[in-house]
């Protein structure tokens, strides 16, 4: 999820960057720090995220990839996709 990547060499210094697969988790650990802020942070979010388009203060929703409608636990429904078999234990 990082790599290092050497940024000084007298003192040997590195700097850790994100690979692809660590930037894949943004969404996810972004979700989890919304869902904490909104159960624990009772004071305030101790982080704010700000859009750098249009300058304001964002969450992350999920939405459809298909509509562009907003998606909840609710409006979807679970199906056998096409890796299924190979999950299966035989």
Known sequence: MFERVRYLDRPVRYD?????KGRDLWPV???MRQWGDRYEALTGHPIEE???SCG???NAVLVCESCGER???R???AQPGP???SLVLR
């Open 50 to 52: 700000r859009h750098k």
């Open 16 to 20: 850790y960057r994100l690979t692809d």
């Open 71 to 73: 998606v909840g636990a």
């Open 83 to 85: 890796g299924r078999d």
């Open 75 to 77: 409006d979807v429904t």
């Open 56 to 58: 304001e203060i964002t």
């Open 29 to 31: 650990l972004t979700t």
